[in-house]
Structure formats: structure tokens, C-alpha cells
């Protein structure tokens, strides 16, 4: 271990100074338990950086409990005990042979192997990959069940009768935590796609820590089932609903008293193949072995024919870097269900320049009046079918679901029982704190916390699931219109949130809304139900739901939508040791700071700070902040302003001067896809569009996401072609759009993008009724500063946060070089420069006229040109 104070950081080559400090600051902040907000640019090898940072401190806290372990042991004993450090040589999962120690270690080695055991049998109530595992063990005994008594709930008991019970019957709670695996000391990674994600384990692979560090990559069942039958069902939800429905059908093939010690033997039914015991331990043995990306280890788990799924979940406790999307570690029901444990651990949340959003839109919740009335149809058939069966208080609570769906069906204008697409309902969109909602729904008197643990231990959810399956198609249920009636689990409710999460991902722009429905209709009804039920729990002051109705009922929707994203991420920032949060571009952080981490009770002398330069040399870069045009109109693209002819033509004017002395790519954003539509058409009337097309090809954002790659590798093949060519194009032009398909995760590095032309400000729609509750939630519970509302803030910064995102597509890497052009004079306010990322902030020039402006712009690239010819 280095000196206090001189940690070491390995490293694949010799760091950038400005990596040097990353890593610093990064070893200082896990040191000291910090809450981190990290900024860094591409380019600059943040990975890298992150990876070798936080392993350096990892390994040196491994080595420091080493040390106090065997100063105590020496002390107690004068027996020194040598553990070799796991980050200092390979790693192994397998436990180091104890056959020469003494034997009280002998027994503790021996008791841990048992507790690893029996801890694993033990949270099979909770767990249920470990369930898979002690199921696993008997597979062939039978497949005698009573497939009915499996659908009804069994005696309810509420928590408070639980824990009487306990108290009275001696509650075994202490000795489970006890058997409770232990999780060594790790960090979890996330970040917010797949592909960033393997790009990290690809870093992780190349860096100096690759051959000692146990890695363990977790995803979906949707990336990670490797059971072809289960994958071509193609969505999560349907992956999921299988899945589970196969582990329940291998739990009933189990041999199983029934009533009047009578067996039944019923139809064999189909289980995963891929769920043995041994197979999912040899899995998770050879996952902590190596470093592999989730493709690696879909190959791997195919030839040894174990589910990779599983086999993660149980490699969790002994892994030392876990690498996970966002949701399966911000929400609290995914986390728990995931086996991932926060407590003193240390997390790193990358891509986080949208954290509030992320957080928000993975706790919000939307029902339609069709699945509320078809979650009614269903549960009333239930409850009617087993009436004489089901135990009181499972009536009683089955009584008050029913009655808070109908109160939520009323609220849309409609009435449980007629079809909802029959009952027509005047267009209008109502927004509502949660407790004006429950007196509108009137179902201000039923304890929602109470069905809600109701919801969670009854799992009425799932057996309704599987009733409808059970039923569907022999007129018990044929008039509740479901489309889908896969077995779903709570689990499905847990995964509510990454769906959602999904969606935004992939949402089409306005006029591309085509595949919600029929996401819609593949959800079981009931668990969205149950989560917009879990929804409404949050606190008055938190969320607020927002009534669409338009049409019909069955059409209409409520959603709710969560303002305070701090109060799911207090218990994150509670719980772990220390939390970075990074990113190429966190500008703006103040406002950042005051909504997600001092509301949710951290300190300032928790926080630290760290933003460094770019790696690119000053001369690199030129950013511009043009503010009038070449005939002297003045660009400021207000909402009055925006649309008249001369705005448009001068903006076409400037593009046009550009593409002349701008070699190679050139990408211009526009701040909305209808001022994009309004403005071609224009300059497509007035031949701008012909003029510009005669300098460089052009292209334009593809509507569908799926045509992104063609038209970027057709842009990127006309400039390669325009570079060798010596014909009058010069290269290409392409139109996109801020917050658009390609203003995110997509590299306009060298040629590719030259120069980059933001034109006006990104402004969100501030007439949205979502964003003005918003802003005067934030108005009033966040403190005002420097003379505006915090509500004015949120707009700002959500505009500034696009356009550092769209900017930042240029300049990937040292040798890289362009131009980046704001036009419109509002960039030019002090407040407004101040949130550009430094790098950009600290080279940027305003220029008033566009003469001198352009002569900067022809210097640069003659200058980069002369540069290329020597
Ligand atoms: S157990 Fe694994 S392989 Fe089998 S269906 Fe589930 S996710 Fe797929």
C-alpha cells in the first residue's frame, strides 16, 4: 500500500495530467465518504480514469482492513493471519485452503462456507434465483399439484398481526440476519444504455486491474435469457411473465400434500432448462473468475448451458465491481428484488447529466381508463369465483381494490361494468395534488399504504394473472379484453419502472407515437394498477397526477408524476458509503445540486466538486456566439421573432457562409422538430436549401430511429469521398434536431463534424402543464439566488443542458478540432455562458457583427489547414 496521502494509480499508459487530478480527487472523495460530482469531457478518457481511480482505492481499502485484521489477530493471539490481497493477484472465488491454520480459523472458514449455504436456502422467501437453486434439487419427483389452490390467496395477515405472532411465537429474525451473505466492500457502476455499459467492462478489460478484479455485468432477462424459445417472445414484459411462469411451473412439479392427503396429477408443464443448481454455481464461480462483457458471458452461459440471469444475481455478494443499468440500482423495489445492497458500498452513477429526469421518470406512473376497467373485470371475476374459498380479510381487501378502481375510473368520466371505449368524455387536461385526487376519486378513505403491503404479500397481482390464464378463452373471463395473459409476478410491477424507463428512451418524436398501445395492451392491467396505486403513497407535496381525458374512457389516462426525484434518492445517498456522480458535461450543477442532493439532506461539506479541461489544445476550438447575421439582422430566435421571413433567410444566410469555408461535416441543430419543418420549408421556397446543396451534401434526421445508422454512415461515406474528390462539394450538411436522435450518444468526431450551428435557444415548452408544475413546486419548497425563481432556473438549465449535449458531439480526442457556432445574442448574457462546460466557456467570443466573426472562422480552418500540409 502507498503512503497516506501518495495513493499509486496503475495505469495502461501515462495519464494526462488532467486524469492525474480525476484520479486524485476520485480516491480523496471515496476516501472520505463524499458525494462527487465529476465532470470530465470525452475525450479525455473518463472511463480510464474512473476505473483506475476507484480500483486504486479499492485495493487500498482492502489492504488497510488486511492490516487492522492482522494487527488485532497478532494481538489476540500473537498469530499473524497472511491473506493474499485480491487486487494484488488473481482473483478467486474459491475459499483459500485452511488446512494450516489454526482451528479456530479452520472453523470460521468452515462456518462461512455453511453460512454461504444455508444463507442462500434461507432468502429463497425473498430471492429467487436462490430459490431456483434449492428447486433445482428435485426436479423429477412428480408433477402432482392442484393448480386451483395455487390461485388463491392465502390467509391474509397484516404486518401488525405478523409481528405480534412473532413476538409471541419467538421471532427468529435475529438469527436470519445472521445467515444473511455478506457483501465484501464494492462498487457498483451504472450508466444509462447497454452499449455504455460494455463499453465500461471493455475499459475495465484493458486497464491494469483486468486479471484481479472480480466484475460482475447484471441486465435484463430481456439481454440476458439465453433460452431461444423465451427471447423470440421479444418484449421484457412477455420475457419476464415466461420466465417466472416457468420457475413457478418447475416450483408445482414438486410433490405436494392436498387437502384429504389426496395427491393430483396434472399436465406436465414446460421449465427452463437452463436453471440447475450446479450449473447457475459453476456459472457464478467462472463470472467472478474474469472480466467479460453480458455478450462474453451470453456465449459462455450457452455453451455450459446455465442462465446468466441467475447466475449474476448470485455473484453479487463476493463481486468487487458491479456494472448495472440506472434503474436496477435508483429504484428501491428493483434494487431489493436485484440483491443489490447499498449499505457502505460505493456507487458511481456515469452519463448522470439528466439524473433528475431519470430519477423522475422511473418513479412516475400512467394508467388508462381501458386497463383500470379491465384490472376491475378481472379482480371482480376472482373474487366472485372463489368467494366461498377466499378468507375474510382477503375479501375485505379485494372490496377496497375494486372500490379505489372504480373511484379512478369516475375520475375519467366513466363507470366500471360498460365498455370503456363506448363512453365518450370531453377533451381536458387536469392537474391535482395527490390528496385533491383522492377526494376527487373519493377514496380519501382507504389507507393506501395498507392494500398497497397488501398488494405485496398477497401477490393478488400474480395469482389474478394466473386465473385469467387459467380462464381465458372459456367465457369466464371473455369479456375483459385483455390481449395478453401470461403469468405475471410482482417482479413485473418492479419492472414497471425500467419499461417506462425504456420508452422515454426510445420515444418517437411528436407524430411517432405509434407503438404505446400496443405496449399498453401487452402490460398486465392489474400490476400497473398496483404500481400507480404504490404511486399515489408518496407524499402530498411530492407528485401531483395529471387527468388527460379525450375521446373515450378507455383512451383516457392518468399519470402520475413525481417532483421531488430527491426523496428516491435520499435513501441511495444514505445508504452508501460515497456516490459519484459523472459525466462529460454536468454543467449546469448548482440548480443540480439544490434539487436532487441538499433536499435530500446532504450537506455542502458532503459535496465535492470536480470539473476538468479538455485534453485538446486551446487552439482546437473555437466557439462563437454570433449575434447578428451577414446583412445585420439581429438572431434572436424568441417566440415572436423566430417565424418571420427574415430570420429564417439571414439564418440561411449564415449557414451558407459557413459551409463555404467550413471543410468536411457540418451539423446544425435546430431547438424543435416543427421550427426544423417550418424553416426547410422556407429556405426550400426561397432556394437556400439549392445554394447550400451546391457546398455540401445534404442530410437530414431520419423520422424512424432505425434509419440513424444509415443516414450517418451515408453522411460519413460524402465526406470521406468530398476529402479525395476534388469536385465542388466540400462535404456534407446535416440537419438535426436538440434533445433528437442524434444530439445524444452519437460521435461527430473529426471530419465528421467541423463545425457545429446551434441556432436559437432550446427552450422547453413552458405552456406544458407537466413543466409549470414543476417550476412552481420548485418555487416554492427550493431557496431563490442571484435574482431569479428557482422554476426559471429549471428552464434555463434545461436548455443549457441540451445544448452542452448537442455541442459536445464534436471534439472527441486530442487531435480533434472544430468550431461551434451559438447563434442567437442571448447566448451572449453572463448568466448564459456561465453554464457551458468550462472548456468551451473559457475559449468562447461574442461577436456582435458577423464580419469579424467569420474572418475568425476562415483563420481557423487555413491555419488547421497549413497545419495538415507541413
Ligand atoms: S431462467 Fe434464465 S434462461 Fe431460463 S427463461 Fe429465465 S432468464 Fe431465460
Known amino acids: 500500500m502507498e503512503e497516506a496521502g501518495a495513493p499509486h494509480f496503475p495505469f495502461p499508459y501515462q495519464p494526462y495530467p488532467i486524469q492525474e487530478q480525476f484520479m486524485q480527487a476520485l480516491y480523496g472523495a471515496l476516501e472520505h465518504g463524499k458525494v462527487g460530482i465529476f465532470e470530465s469531457p470525452t475525450g479525455t478518457g473518463k472511463s480510464l480514469s474512473l476505473i483506475c481511480g476507484a480500483l486504486s482505492w479499492l485495493r487500498d481499502h482492502e489492504e488497510k482492513r488486511r492490516q487492522e485484521a492482522d494487527r488485532l489477530l497478532q494481538g489476540d493471539g500473537g498469530t499473524s493471519l497472511s491473506i493474499s490481497s485480491s487486487l494484488s493477484t488473481t482473483t478467486s472465488s474459491t475459499p483459500p485452503s485452511s488446512s494450516a491454520e489454526p482451528d479456530w480459523i479452520t472453523d470460521f472458514v468452515q462456518k462461512k462456507a455453511e453460512r454461504d449455504f444455508v444463507s442462500k436456502l434461507k432468502s429463497c422467501e425473498d430471492d429467487e434465483a436462490v430459490k431456483l437453486l434449492q428447486l ?289 368524455t370531453q377533451p381536458v387536461t387536469e392537474l391535482l395534488t395527490i390528496n385533491n385526487f383522492l377526494f376527487k376519486a373519493q377514496i380519501d378513505n382507504i389507507n393506501l399504504f395498507k392494500v398497497q403491503r397488501y398488494f405485496e404479500k398477497s401477490m393478488i397481482s400474480r395469482k389474478l394473472c394466473g386465473f385469467i390464464e387459467k380462464y381465458a378463452g372459456t367465457g369466464v373471463t371473455s369479456h375483459t379484453q385483455t390481449s395478453h395473459t401470461q403469468t405475471a409476478n410482482k417482479e413485473n410491477r418492479r419492472t414497471e419502472g425500467l419499461n417506462r424507463y425504456l420508452q422515454t428512451l426510445q420515444k418517437s418524436p411528436p407524430g411517432q407515437q405509434g407503438a404505446a398501445e400496443e405496449r399498453e395492451l401487452a402490460a398486465s392491467p392489474m400490476m400497473q394498477v398496483e404500481g400507480f396505486f404504490m404511486a399515489l403513497t408518496n407524499a402530498n407535496t411530492d407528485g401531483r397526477v395529471v387527468l388527460h381525458t379525450q375521446g373515450n374512457v378507455a383512451v383516457s389516462s392518468m399519470k402520475f408524476l413525481l417532483l421531488n426525484p430527491a426523496v428516491h434518492f435520499s435513501q441511495v445517498l444514505k445508504d452508501c458509503r460515497a456516490v459519484i456522480i459523472a459525466g462529460g458535461t454536468m454543467q449546469p450543477v448548482s440548480d443540480f445540486k439544490q434539487e436532487l442532493l441538499f433536499s435530500a439532506g446532504v450537506g455542502a461539506e458532503r459535496i465535492i466538486e470536480f470539473s476538468c479541461g479538455h485534453v485538446i489544445p486551446p487552439e482546437n476550438i473555437l466557439p462563437i456566439v454570433l449575434c447578428s447575421g451577414p446583412s445585420g439582422q439581429e438572431l434572436e430566435f424568441t417566440f415572436q421573432n423566430r417565424d418571420t421571413p427574415h430570420m429564417m433567410e439571414e439564418t440561411g444566410r449564415v449557414l451558407s457562409n459557413l459551409c463555404n469555408v467550413v471543410p468536411g461535416g457540418v451539423v446544425c441543430f435546430f431547438p424543435s422538430y416543427d421550427y426544423s419543418r417550418r424553416i426547410l420549408e422556407n429556405w426550400d421556397a426561397s432556394g437556400v436549401l439549392a445554394r447550400l446543396s451546391s457546398k455540401k451534401k445534404i442530410f437530414q434526421e431520419p423520422k424512424k430511429a432505425n434509419q440513424v445508422e444509415k443516414v450517418l454512415n451515408e453522411f460519413s461515406r460524402t465526406i470521406q469521398r468530398c476529402a479525395v474528390d476534388a469536385g465542388t462539394l466540400s462535404g456534407a450538411l446535416l440537419f438535426s434536431v436538440v434533445g433528437g436522435k442524434m444530439s445524444e450518444g452519437i460521435n461527430f468526431s473529426d471530419d465528421l463534424g467541423r463545425c457545429i450551428v446551434m441556432v436559437g435557444m432550446p427552450y422547453p415548452n413552458i405552456k406544458s402543464p407537466e413543466l409549470k408544475e414543476k417550476m412552481a413546486y420548485l418555487d416554492k419548497n427550493l431557496p431563490h439566488s442571484g435574482g431569479r425563481s428557482p422554476g426559471q432556473a429549471l428552464i434555463e438549465n434545461l436548455c443549457m443542458k441540451a445544448v452542452n449535449q448537442s455541442i459536445g458531439r464534436a471534439i472527441r480526442h486530442r487531435e480533434d478540432y472544430a468550431c461551434i457556432v451559438l447563434c442567437d445574442r442571448r447566448y451572449s448574457r453572463p448568466a448564459t455562458l456561465a453554464k457551458l462546460p468550462d472548456w468551451i466557456r473559457a475559449h468562447t467570443h461574442t461577436h456582435t457583427s458577423f464580419g469579424p466573426a467569420f474572418a475568425s472562422l476562415r483563420r481557423f480552418f487555413m491555419e488547421k489547414k497549413k497545419q495538415q500540409q507541413l
Not at 475499459?203 to 433460452?227: A, T
Open 136 to 424: 433445482s434439487k428435485d426436479p423429477q419427483e412428480g408433477e402432482l399439484n392442484n393448480p386451483e389452490e395455487e390461485l388463491i390467496v392465502a390467509e391474509y395477515e397484516s404486518d401488525d398481526e405478523s409481528k405480534t405472532k412473532n413476538k409471541f411465537c419467538g421471532g427468529d429474525d435475529d438469527d436470519e440476519d445472521d445467515l444473511l451473505e455478506e457483501h465484501v466492500t464494492k462498487i457498483y457502476y451504472c450508466s444509462r444504455t447497454h452499449s455504455q455499459l460494455a463499453q465500461f467492462v471493455h475499459e475495465v478489460q484493458k486497464s491494469p486491474f483486468s486479471q484481479d478484479i472480480s466484475l460482475v455485468p447484471l441486465g435484463s432477462r430481456q439481454n440476458m435469457c439465453v433460452n431461444e424459445e423465451v427471447r423470440r417472445l421479444g418484449s421484457v414484459q412477455r420475457i419476464n411473465d415466461r420466465c417466472m411462469e416457468m420457475q413457478k411451473n418447475k416450483h408445482d412439479q414438486r410433490p405436494k400434500e392436498v387437502e384429504g392427503g389426496k395427491r393430483k396429477r396434472g399436465a406436465p408443464k414446460a421449465v427452463c432448462p437452463y436453471v440447475g443448481a450446479q450449473g447457475l454455481q459453476t456459472l457464478r464461480d467462472t463470472v467472478l473468475g474474469a472480466v467479460r462483457d453480458i455478450e462474453q458471458l451470453l456465449s459462455l452461459a450457452r455453451e455450459t448451458r446455465s442462465c446468466p440471469y441467475y447466475a449474476t444475481r448470485l455473484a453479487i455478494p463476493p463481486a468487487q465491481l458491479v456494472v448495472l443499468p440506472y434503474q436496477t440500482v435508483l429504484h428501491e423495489g428493483t434494487r431489493r428484488a436485484s440483491g443489490v445492497q447499498l449499505k457502505g458500498q460505493v456507487l458511481i452513477i456515469d452519463e448522470a447529466h439528466n439524473l433528475s429526469d431519470v430519477l423522475s421518470c422511473i418513479h412516475s406512473s400512467e394508467l388508462t381508463g381501458a386497463q383500470l376497467c379491465r384490472a376491475h373485470s378481472q379482480l371482480a371475476q376472482y373474487s366472485e369465483r372463489y368467494r366461498s374459498r377466499l378468507k375474510a380479510k382477503n375479501l375485505m381487501y379485494i372490496k377496497q381494490i375494486l372500490f379505489v378502481v372504480e373511484g379512478l375510473v369516475r375520475v375519467l368520466g366513466g363507470k366500471v361494468g360498460q365498455n370503456p371505449h363506448s363512453q365518450t
